[in-house]
């Protein structure tokens, strides 16, 4: 009621609440981002710049760094290495999933592996995986794609399991055989799960491609983070944080956009 | 098409320990309109879930002669909730299911399709998602996407049950037409009276459960379309109420649920 302030009485007409009402969703994001901005600046007034550079200083180094080029490097290994990782963990997690939620044994039997696994986190699996795989870039690729094959699987399985059972009797009557109801009604009930599973697949992706680029990469924002300790370039850690940031953002919208569009009906 | 004969012959059913139904026997004749009331949890939709070979029975069940041993596409079956519809497909893919299924061309898929949307009413809405229809529209789609397989039987679990009065008026009109049209038999589970005098060759009133089995058997010998208003309407739906309370009394004081006045 603060910015509104008309008598009881007086309506405003349709087409000007509309406006006002798009007009708030188009801008209050942009203001609170500025909002974000200007506070920031205004801390790194009073701190040193090695403590926390300013928004200027820190939009200086990232046009140096794409300027020659090392920004756009080490954005496109993690990049290649979150995507491949993530697509081979979804091929991968969704026929197991849908195996494992057809089938209670395979299920049982594979259950206590899950249930210990489920709370070790993939980052405690970078050194084992730098002693088996080496240093190269597979072991990164594995731990993105250990990462999403479980979130992708798990989801799966929950959503084979939350099949409505009457649509299945309902196909079977209707003449479907055991194929038929798996890729006529199973599978597609199941698509929304598997895209959620993806999804946070992909956010979880992007913790764990850090983590293995700190511990063991010479490329990749994870490791362009690192170095910079050793220079004392704080604002190189920025640049790694906000182009990461962005990474992620387009990455899901990507996704989001592509599951929209080629699943929409599934939803 | 033709209607099949239904054969009960002493089926008893139980979900591990507990016997549900017990020792039903029941000839259906092919083409006849077949009711089922009771007292709700007698074991109605139990029943009629054996017939369309959900369940194991004890006992014979046989579909013009031969034995029920699985769902199959002789028995359509019309469930209480239009949830069964897919709703990642349009109504008119939903009713071309089971052609589709069965390796149906195309071009014909398409013909048979239209016939039967039209038939139930939902040709403006072929093209539509279930979630974007009314609750009657979306039963009459299940009722089409059932009647393109041309099953010789239909079974029906209280498929009106979730509308208004009005929509089911219309329905209840709309199914004695494709009734007589298609010739199926069709065993129709309702809680309500009137529904089934205005629908049934004969209603089968059961008994309260557990164990329940068929109390009477009352043939309805009016011609259609029925009037309500009839005296011989009125003396049959008296004696309906009068059987299927005194098994509700019977099924409430079970479930603990009748305090008489001390
Ligand atoms: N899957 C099941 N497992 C165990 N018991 C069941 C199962 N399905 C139904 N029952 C029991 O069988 C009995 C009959 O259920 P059923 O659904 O056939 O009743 P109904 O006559 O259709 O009732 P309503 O009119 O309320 O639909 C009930 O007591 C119910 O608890
Ligand atoms: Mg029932």
């Known amino acids: ?267 | 098409m033709q209607g099949a004969s239904i054969s009960l012959d002493h089926v008893g059913i139980s979900f591990g320990d507990a016997q549900i139904v017990s020792n039903v026997n029941l000839e259906i004749r092919p083409g006849e309109f077949i009711c089922l009331l009771g007292p709700s949890g007698c074991g109605k939709s139990t029943l009629l879930n054996a017939i369309a070979g959900f369940l194991p029975v004890q006992g014979r069940i046989e579909v013009n002669e031969s034995p029920v041993t699985g769902p199959g596409l002789d028995r359509g079956v019309v469930f209480q909730s239009a949830e069964v519809l897919f709703p990642w497909l349009t109504i008119r893919e939903n009713v071309e299911y089971g052609l589709r299924l069965r390796g149906t061309p195309a071009l014909a898929r398409r013909e048979k399709a239209d016939h039967f949307l039209g038939l139930v009413g939902l040709t403006h809405a072929a093209e539509k998602f279930p979630a974007q229809l009314s609750g009657g529209m979306r039963q009459r789609a299940q009722i089409a996407r059932v009647l393109i397989n041309e099953p010789h039987v239909v079974l029906m679990d209280e498929p009106f049950g979730a509308l208004d009065a009005q929509t089911r008026e219309v329905l209840q009109v709309e199914l004695d037409r494709i009734w007589r049209e298609s010739g199926c038999t069709i065993v129709f589970v309702t809680h309500d009276i009137w529904e089934a005098l205005l629908l049934a060759d004969r209603v089968v009133v059961m008994t309260a459960g557990p164990r329940a089995g068929i109390k009477t058997i009352e043939t309805i010998d009016l011609p259609h379309p029925r009037d309500q208003g009839s005296s011989e309407c009125l003396a049959l739906f008296r004696r309906l109420r009068d059987d299927i309370g005194a098994e509700v009394k019977q099924a409430l004081r079970q479930q603990g649920l009748n305090r008489e006045p001390v």
């Not at chain 1, 731990?143 to 099949?163: E, P, Q």
């Open chain 1, 1 to 267: 009621m603060s910015d509104t302030t008309q008598s009881p009485g007086v309506r405003l007409p349709l087409s000007t609440l509309r406006f006002k009402a798009m007009a708030t969703k188009v801008s209050v994001g942009p203001l609170s981002v500025l909002a974000g901005l200007l506070l920031w600046h205004v801390a790194s007034l009073y701190t040193s710049p090695l403590f926390l550079p300013s928004p200027l200083t820190v939009w200086r180094t990232a046009l140096e760094m794409l300027a020659d080029g090392s920004l756009l490097e080490s954005v496109a290994a993690s990049a290649w290495r979150i995507a491949a990782g993530w697509a081979a963990g979804v091929a991968v997690g969704v026929p197991l999933g849908v195996f494992m939620g057809r089938f209670p044994v395979i299920r049982l039997m594979v259950d206590p592996y899950i249930e210990f696994f489920r709370f070790i986190p993939p980052i405690a699996f970078v050194t084992l995986a730098v002693i088996w795989l080496g240093p190269g870039e597979i072991t990164k690729i594995a731990l993105i794609f250990y990462t999403t094959v479980f979130i992708v699987t798990l989801n799966t399985i929950a959503g084979v399991k939350a099949v409505n059972p009457l649509r299945l009797q309902a196909a079977r009557s209707l003449g479907a055989n055991a194929i038929s109801e798996m890729t006529t009604v199973i599978l597609p009930s199941t698509v929304p799960f598997m895209v959620t599973g993806a999804r946070i697949a992909m956010g979880n992706s992007f913790l764990t491609v850090v983590s293995a680029e700190i511990v063991s990469a010479q490329t990749g924002l994870g490791a362009m983070i690192w170095t910079a300790r050793n220079f004392a370039r704080t604002d190189w850690v920025f640049v790694g944080i906000i182009a990461l940031g962005i990474l992620g953002y387009v990455f899901d919208r990507v996704l989001r956009l592509a599951s929209n569009k080629l699943l929409n009906r599934y939803q």
